[in-house]
């Protein structure tokens, strides 16, 4: 199989992209990795008062304490990987672009989460606003592979599904991620019903496992609290995956 010049250097593209912006992530998930009720964060651990692009965007925690000056890593190459696999998937179609805007503010939600337990509505909300415009925008272009009516559609629907299973166990699924599941669903719906369940489905599997795991290997009760948000991250990143893939073998 002849490889395309031009989908490597989509991918070369996200990749870079990918790893910049999660590299300006730990600053933010710092600032904003608090219990609920307490003020975000303005300074690092060692005191020092968080400054630069609002104190939010930095390639460290604070550039004066060695202890927080090598955290970029992980998120770098998370977000990189990330964007390159739905460069990869998705190919030169206007939906791209939105799905690369997207990632890095997933990537923070969900080191905010596993960090504190807490997905912040500074975050979800204005989310939940910017998915179903931004693919507006992207149905505006010829070249789109997607459904804007049923991404609009879907965002509504997941997030009720999440709001029901709040209602019957409360301690076991946070509103944090029933607000998360707005802005998830529709990404996922732009792709059809399938994908959207496909999408929900594997997050659910992915945090199952995790559970499971967590029992095997802390002996952890069945009711344990877990961060519900990476796992719906990852189950949307994996829908987004199989939908770009489908649409592009058509």
Known sequence: MTEDPGLVSLIAVALVWGAAAGALLPRAVHRLAVEPGEPWRAACPGGHPLAGAGGWIGWTVCG????TGGRAAVPAAVTALACGALAAATGARPELAVWLLLAPFAALLAAVDL???RLPDQLTLPLAAATPLLLGAAALVPAHSGSWPTALLG???????YFVLFLINPNGLG????KLALPLGCALGWYGWPVLLAGAFAG??????YGVGLMVLTRAGRKAAIPFGPFMIAGTLAGLLVGGLSASGQ
């Open 204 to 209: 659910f599997l992915f945090g199952a496992v």
């Open 115 to 117: 960090a504190v337990r």
């Open 155 to 161: 965002g509504p629907a997941l997030g009720a599904c």
């Open 175 to 178: 509103f944090g991620d029933v």
């Open 64 to 67: 004066r304490c060695p202890r």
